[in-house]
């Protein structure tokens, strides 16, 4: 045997004679029978049980709808809100004449927007755009005399019916307004039915009227779908309308005369 075979050789028995020892005594291949066990055996256990799970609910599906044209996202109602008139963010009607400008809405003087009650078609006021159209509402602003002729009255439009829609009283609209005058302490309602004419509603001297550039509140509540308005002059009650026409309609701000200038602040609007 060369010395290369004798190297092979022998590890190959010292393998051997390992693996025969080893089937003897047991130390390796099938496991021998233990002693007692030191610790007893576990008492038998029951498997976990698992809850039994319900399929997940899968909505059906639906095949996508399609449109011809896009649907406009869904506006809020309007329910009201407050206006200090700090901007002016479109809210209103602004031209020549009815301007926001220092936290104020100025209305007049105007030059050509004729005076409420006369023949030519009346525009002597703005529309609260952002109000929409109502007929129930509480509404309420604080005004002020600015400027012009002391006794021309301003107020507040209860009530517009634009049925040509340019933003005037015209002979076909309806139209219903509450106005004071600071000079001779009196309020006026004045009404203009579609094809009707102009109507005083109301004319009643009311002491509780602030004079001068005084800071008078006006305040109306139109109830009954419409129907009814009771009116108020700094926190007072002072007339109540009834059996009103043509719900619902614009408000919005007034001055009777071109040649007065008036100052609102404070607007508020409250929709039930
Ligand atoms: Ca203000
Ligand atoms: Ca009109």
């Not at 080893?22 to 066990?37: H, L, M, R």
């Not at 001055?255 to 508020?268: H, I, K, M, Y």
Request: aromatic share 12%; charged share 15%; net charge negative.
């Amino acid at each position: 045997m060369n010395s290369k075979l004798r190297r092979i050789f022998v590890p190959m028995f010292s393998f051997v004679t390992l693996v025969a020892l080893a089937c003897t005594c047991g130390a390796f291949g099938q496991p021998q029978a233990t002693a007692t066990p030191l610790l007893p055996p576990p008492a038998a256990t029951k498997p976990p049980v698992a809850a039994p799970t319900k399929p997940p609910i899968v909505a059906p599906t639906q095949p996508p709808v399609v449109l011809d044209t896009p649907v406009p996202p869904v506006q809020d109602e309007f329910t009201g809100g407050i206006d200090d008139f700090s901007s002016d963010y479109g809210g209103w009607e602004t031209f020549d004449g009815a301007t926001i400008a220092d936290g104020i809405f100025y209305l007049g003087q105007f030059s050509d927007c004729a005076d409420v009650g006369s023949d030519n078609p009346f525009g002597c006021f703005t529309q609260c755009l952002v109000c929409g159209q109502l007929t129930d509402y509480d509404m309420q602003v604080d005004t002020a005399y600015v400027s012009g002729v002391t006794d021309r009255t301003f107020g507040m439009v209860l009530r517009f019916v634009d049925n040509d829609n340019n933003g005037l009283v015209d002979p076909g609209d309806y139209y219903l307004d509450f106005e004071l005058s600071i000079y001779d302490k009196y309020f006026v309602v004045w009404e203009h039915l579609p094809n009707g004419g102009w109507t005083r509603v109301l004319d009643k001297f009311e002491g509780s009227i602030r004079p001068g550039t005084k800071v008078n509140t006006l305040r109306a509540v139109s109830g009954s779908g419409g129907t009814e308005m009771d009116i108020y002059v700094n926190d007072n009650w002072v007339d109540g309308l009834t059996g009103i026409p043509y719900p619902p309609g614009a408000v919005g701000l007034v001055v009777g005369g071109r040649a007065v200038q008036a100052g609102f602040d404070n607007f508020s609007i409250t929709v039930p």
